[in-house]
């Protein structure tokens, strides 16, 4: 079946402007998951949603960063007033139960 | 807290030699441990995983990694190297009872011909 999906895969914006980026899951997999990867860096968990239980959001680094899951299907990552640090590529993840994470090919954001 | 260390950034080695990707790992209770690739310009893809069972867990492209309870490692291994399998390694272990990952920073394999 279709694998996790996200749009866009680039994005170029200015530094201030807001930007939205989404995931597609797996259909099915109830957990759905948003990290984010500075260049040659490791990842960093930003917020976490499970079924419908409040989404673990411990990992988002200001409140210019809000994501939302709507219908327990697709997920929207919204950052506004972007700066130039949050250039990155930021990749979103589904599971299902113990089964470990399925990643999508990610967002390469760049902010000039 | 759970926590995984992935003490080498880099490792090199020439094609056709066996490869190790050394992680250790720090939880309490039974770890659900992962490994997960991630080719250039690619997002993360799912090699294997131990929950339980054989201490030696087989997964994708002919890797394989070792559950050693007493040394708190979860080394990946590779019989023989390929050029091709020059990527960024990462080890995760899951979160208490959730499905949630915890990362180790990862180490880039080089595989030279």
């Known amino acids: 079946g279709a694998g996790v999906s996200q749009s866009p895969s680039n994005k170029v914006t200015e530094k201030g402007k807001d930007v939205e980026l989404r995931c597609d899951p797996i259909s099915g997999h109830t957990a759905l998951y948003w990290y984010r990867q500075s260049l040659g860096q490791g990842l960093e968990f930003l917020i976490y949603?499970?079924?419908?239980?409040?989404?673990?959001k411990s990992g988002l680094p200001s409140d210019r960063f809000s994501a939302e899951r709507t219908g327990g299907s697709v997920s929207t990552l919204t950052i506004q007033r972007t700066q130039q640090e949050d250039s990155a590529v930021y990749l979103c993840?589904?599971?299902?139960?113990?089964?470990?994470?399925?990643f999508g090919p990610g967002t390469r954001l760049t902010v000039t | 807290a759970q926590s995984v260390a992935q003490p080498e950034d880099q490792v090199n080695v020439a094609e056709g030699n066996p490869l190790t990707v050394k992680c250790t790992y720090s939880?309490?209770?039974?770890?659900?441990l992962f490994w997960y690739v991630q080719y250039p310009n690619r997002g993360l893809q799912f090699l294997l995983k131990y929950i339980t069972g054989d201490n030696l867990v087989k997964g994708s492209y002919g890797f394989e990694a070792e559950f050693n309870k007493s040394q708190t490692s979860f080394h990946l291994k590779k019989p023989s190297a390929l050029v091709s399998d020059s990527a960024l390694y990462f080890c995760a272990v899951r979160e208490g009872n959730t499905d949630k990952l915890i990362f180790g920073t990862g180490t880039r394999l080089q595989v030279f011909p």
């Open positions: 949603f499970q079924g419908n239980s409040a989404p673990d």
């Open positions: 993840a589904s599971s299902q139960q113990g089964f470990g994470q399925y």
């Open positions: 939880v309490s209770g039974n770890p659900y």
